[in-house]
T-cell receptor, first 115, second 115 residues
Framework: KAGVTQTPRYLIKTRGQQVTLSCSPISGHRSVSWYQQTPGQGLQFLFEYFSETQRNKGNFPGRFSGRQFSNSRSEMNVSTLELGDSALYLC??????????????FGQGTRLTVV | AQSVSQHNHHVILSEAASLELGCNYSYGGTVNLFWYVQYPGQHLQLLLKYFSGDPLVKGIKGFEAEFIKSKFSFNLRKPSVQWSDTAEYFCAVNVLNYGNNRLAFGKGNQVVVIP
């Protein structure tokens, strides 16, 4: 079974630009979550999607958005990039989540550098 | 504030030494608990998980963790470490009261095992 696939692996963007990251979950998994990992803040929850609906959102500004498609693939978008957005963005998939006992499987991440 | 705490961010030890990493959380209610490991250059991998039942759980590579509900703790242990255990270890909590997949992570423990 293929794991969680994130593309691209590396990105370099300029301040003010926007970026879209992609995540393909494990086949059959319907929940996709996104996390930001930085040396200073660690791993922080961005948002979670299930059946094309955002179920929860972390404490990030509105510049961070996402969506999920009918095949469970997900994208996240960051607009008006700032230097502080430089981070490793991780996608995690799980079977489903509401009240059920599931574990999250993580992708390799996308390393975003904003210059 | 609700949080997950991991102390002693940097741990250096010799092969065959015992390892114990502490994890405390401040969430009330029912929780699922996880330890993830991130080897250099690799993605987050699940070491072990606790959903319910026996509070002593065994994971991969000889790791085990004990859930002590009264202390809100989920400490990770390995009796004898190997050089290949050099990695960053993250404790994570999924608060089921929130009704969705939303992991709160500790800041991690960077473990270096000296041959």
């Amino acid at each position: 079974k293929a794991g969680v696939t994130q593309t691209p692996r590396y990105l370099i963007k300029t301040r003010g630009q926007q970026v879209t990251l992609s995540c393909s979950p494990i086949s059959g998994h319907r929940s996709v979550s996104w996390y930001q990992q930085t040396p200073g803040q660690g791993l922080q929850f961005l948002f979670e999607y299930f059946s094309e609906t955002q179920r929860n959102k972390g404490n990030f500004p509105g510049r961070f958005s996402g969506r999920q498609f009918s095949n469970s693939r997900s994208e996240m978008n960051v607009s008006t990039l700032e230097l502080g957005d430089s981070a490793l963005y991780l996608c995690a998939s799980s079977l489903e989540g509401r009240g059920s006992n599931t574990e999250a499987f993580f992708g390799q991440g996308t390393r975003l550098t904003v210059v | 504030a609700q949080s997950v705490s991991q102390h002693n961010h940097h741990v250096i030890l010799s092969e065959a030494a015992s390892l114990e990493l502490g994890c405390n959380y401040s969430y009330g209610g029912t929780v699922n608990l996880f330890w993830y490991v991130q080897y250099p250059g690799q993605h987050l991998q699940l070491l072990l998980k606790y959903f319910s039942g026996d509070p002593l759980v065994k994971g991969i590579k000889g790791f085990e963790a004990e859930f002590i509900k009264s202390k809100f703790s989920f400490n990770l242990r390995k009796p004898s470490v190997q050089w290949s255990d050099t990695a960053e270890y993250f404790c994570a909590v999924n608060v089921l009261n929130y009704g969705n997949n939303r992991l709160a992570f500790g800041k991690g423990n960077q473990v270096v095992v000296i041959p």
